[in-house]
């Protein structure tokens, strides 16, 4: 299971490592992480909307301002 939380950075909470994707609306890839499991962090975004997709398959829509 995963969570995803939006405020100024992109905050992530996995039940075990994965890759994610964040993906801007235009439909670029502009970062790809491996994440262990727990609480991480992705900061250095522009504001804008953004597409999250982890491995596990979830996809989340976030807006940072």
Do not use: F, H
């Amino acid at each position: 299971a995963s969570d995803v939380y939006k405020r100024q950075r992109i905050c992530i909470t996995t039940s075990e490592p994965m890759k994610v994707r964040v993906v801007n609306i235009a439909g670029q890839t502009v970062r790809t992480v491996s994440l262990s499991d727990g609480y991480s962090e992705m900061t250095g975004l522009a504001e804008g909307v953004y597409i999250v997709v982890l491995e596990d398959g979830t996809c989340v829509k976030v807006l940072l301002r």
